[in-house]
């Protein structure tokens, strides 16, 4: 069983894994930040949910339905820790710091939208769980598009039977492994990424386990191969694992 929903928000910003201080974007949520998103609607605790939600035992995959651009903003964040809340600080004026960030946002849409697909391989308690929240649009906390001040909504849960067939055109991002396969037209604007694609806990320390290259196409259109593959089909659409 496959289940599906749409997420949406005004703008969004995932950061690179490989940088503390970096203000760029990827164009979509990594693996991570999408298995974050779902821990979030089931109400689960920070960082306890690598291993249920690794790649062994969830299958995840992400569509881009709206075109994508980015733009530099800056935000400008302020002290707001007791200390520095103080009269004598206030008299002295709140510190802010200025900070340039690459946002995410629609090009002739109202918001960003994004399709989440998911497999669960061996937990239909937490399956049906999920099912149940995206049905009644009753999430423990709410979804964000990379960074808090970035809320997002969701929509459109649907479940799926899984169906395999082959073809030569992905609507999802594509794994490295195909890279071979893409078909690169002058007129197509593909773009790789390397992603985390699981995390381990190992104590209190968070660990990256396994990552990835990603291919995607930012203006929402599906990426034709070279040739036909096995993929998944869902409904009218085909896509490929992030694995």
């Keep these: 069983m496959l289940i599906s929903f749409e997420i949406k928000g005004k703008f969004a910003h995932f950061r690179p894994f490989y940088t503390n201080a970096s203000s760029l974007s990827y164009y979509f949520p990594p693996r991570t930040t999408i298995i974050g998103i779902i821990a979030g609607i089931l109400g689960m605790e920070r960082d306890s949910y690598y291993e249920i ?7 995840v995959s992400i569509e881009i339905l709206t075109p994508i651009k980015k733009s530099i903003f800056t935000i400008k964040y302020y002290r707001t820790k007791e200390a520095d809340l103080s009269i004598e600080r206030f008299l002295r004026g709140v510190e802010d710091y200025p900070t340039s960030i ?10 960003i939208s994004y399709r989440i697909y998911l497999k669960f391989k061996n937990n239909s308690k937490i399956e ?9 649009n009753k999430v423990k906390y709410a979804p964000y598009l990379g960074i808090s001040e970035f809320l997002a909504f969701i929509e459109n849960p649907k479940k799926f039977e899984e169906k395999q067939e082959e073809t ?3 609507h999802s ?3 490295y492994d195909y890279y071979d396969y893409v078909l690169n037209n002058d007129n197509d604007f593909l773009i790789l990424d390397k992603m985390v694609v699981d995390f381990i806990r190992e104590g209190n320390i968070r660990k990256i386990k396994k990552t990835n290259d990603f291919i995607v196409n930012p203006l929402a259109k599906p990426i034709k191969l070279k040739q036909k593959i096995l993929a998944i089909k869902v409904e009218d659409k085909f896509i490929l694992w992030m694995r």
């Design 53 to 59: 939600f690794s790649s062994e035992n969830l299958d």
């Design 102 to 111: 690459e946002v995410l946002m629609p090009i002739n849409h109202d918001f």
């Design 128 to 136: 049906e769980e999920l099912w149940k929240i995206l049905e009644s």
């Design 168 to 170: 030569n055109i992905i």
């Design 173 to 175: 991002v594509i794994p």
